[in-house]
């Protein structure tokens, strides 16, 4: 309903009655409706095309008037693996941000990185599952190291590298020194 009012009018109202102008607002939409389309596997010995699959869905899933109101829809394509990568990144910089106060430092080798791209990242979910995977596997034990380990009262470093075992990651802590 807000979002008919910002297309049919191009103004906002907030309970108290003050009104936000929209006129020149850019508003992006996601959905994903047809993404179950777009995800199925091909039958026979040639790749299958379903993109118009999903265009087909949104049609089915959103009336004329409001299609009509919309000045593109566009489809996206899986995540190449530099730009996972880029998200593992993005995530570590934060962790690495909220460690700044303890005087922590943490440092992910190459092969770790490769690790997390592997499992945080998955075709039909996109990089939802990074977030999760980088909490189980990193946060958690490294709050363990941080509340009542090695790094409880001192500032150092944690290399994060794959387990011998290959299925998970290894924290080792290193002091200052």
Not at 17 to 38: F, H, P, Q, S, Y
Not at 77 to 106: C, M, T, W, Y
Not at 164 to 176: C, K, N, R, T
Request: one cysteine or more.
């Amino acid at each position: 309903n807000l979002l008919l009012q910002v297309m049919d009018h191009g103004t906002l109202t907030d309970n108290n009655g003050r009104k936000a102008d929209c006129r020149n607002t850019v508003i992006i939409m996601t959905t994903n409706a047809g993404a179950e389309m777009l995800s199925r596997r091909s039958i026979g010995f040639t790749e299958q095309d379903t993109s118009s699959d999903g265009l087909e869905a949104v049609r089915r899933m959103f009336t004329p008037e409001f299609r009509n109101r919309l000045d593109a829809i566009i489809q996206f394509a899986p995540l190449v693996p530099e730009v996972v990568r880029s998200v593992v990144r993005k995530f570590l910089d934060e962790l690495q941000a909220q460690l700044a106060g303890r005087k922590v430092q943490i440092e992910v080798d190459e092969a770790a990185e490769e690790w997390l791209v592997a499992r945080g990242y998955d075709e039909k979910m996109g990089a939802r599952p990074m977030a999760r995977v980088i909490q189980e596997h990193i946060k958690k034990p490294l709050a363990e190291i941080l509340l009542f380990g090695e790094l409880e009262h001192r500032p150092g470093t944690v290399r994060v590298s794959v387990g011998e075992d290959g299925l998970g990651l290894a924290l080792q802590v290193e002091p200052p020194g």
